[in-house]
């Protein structure tokens, strides 16, 4: 089955998703952008996010991956997400399947 690949402007996903992507990417997200070309060809920077239905590109540029963590209270002084935030957000998704092992393998890199 191939997902769809949606991409949407961050300020335009759900807060559902939000806290989902800071479970996925719980030490920044400049790290983890990637280049991808829009229909006209125009090229973009964007967040991969791969849920159970979609494959989502959140799109972003590095600078807006810095301010968005900095500007984030769930995100500490370094960068990276707040240990009671991750344990609440983890209890409140604990039934979102394709968390489960973004959170068994979280080696995610600074930045």
């Given at each position: 089955m191939n997902k769809p690949r949606i991409?949407?402007?961050y300020t335009k996903v759900s807060e559902e998703i939000k806290e989902q992507?800071?479970?996925?990417?719980?030490?920044?997200f400049k790290q983890h952008l990637?280049?991808?070309s829009g229909q006209?060809?125009?090229?973009?920077?964007?967040?991969?996010?791969e849920t159970e239905e979609s494959f989502l590109i959140i799109k972003m540029s590095k600078v807006d991956a810095i301010a968005i963590v900095q500007k984030d209270d769930d995100f500490d002084d370094d960068?990276?997400?707040?240990?009671e935030?991750?344990?609440?957000?983890?209890?409140?998704?604990e039934d979102v399947e394709y968390l489960s092992?973004?959170?068994e393998n979280d080696d995610n890199d600074l930045g």
């Open positions: 991409i949407r402007d992507i800071k479970l996925v990417y719980p030490r920044g990637i280049s991808f006209n060809g125009t090229k973009y920077t964007g967040l991969p996010l960068g990276i997400l707040k240990e935030i991750k344990s609440d957000y983890e209890d409140k998704y092992e973004h959170n």
